[in-house]
Nanobody, 128 residues
């Protein structure tokens, strides 16, 4: 059983930076890809960024492109999200997710239904 645990969320002023972490624990952890999603109050969960676990290819939502960077440390089974130039509209609960299945030919996965493992979320609040 794999468990994902996010950390790093807190209150930050607009223009500031945060780094979120997502640590995976369990006997075996070898996802095909991992991603960050976020959910603001009253809104649906939305895709933020994705990284392929093996080759490190990355994909971003337009809203965060150029400001956020997703990365991973395979040896530590840890996913990161470096968030710079934060804005109030980035306020949300941030979730990490993993797709445990290998899906040949399917790379970009922006829909939540692709992911079968989720963390509990970490809250990011950006004040203006």
């Amino acid at each position: 059983q794999v468990q994902l645990v996010e950390s790093g969320g807190r209150l930050v002023q607009a223009g500031g930076s945060l780094r979120l972490s997502c640590a995976a624990s369990g006997r075996t952890f070898s996802p095909s890809t991992m991603a960050w999603f976020r959910q603001a109050p009253g809104k649906e969960r939305e895709f933020v960024a994705q990284i392929m676990w093996t080759d490190g290819a990355t994909y971003y939502a337009d809203s965060v492109k150029g400001r956020f960077t997703i990365s991973r440390d395979n040896a530590k089974n840890t996913l990161y999200l470096q968030m710079n130039s934060l804005q109030p509209e980035d306020t949300a609960v941030y979730y990490c997710a993993a797709d445990s299945l290998q899906r040949p030919g399917i790379v970009l996965r922006v829909r939540a239904y692709w992911y079968d493992q989720w963390g509990q979320g970490t809250e990011v609040t950006v004040s203006s």
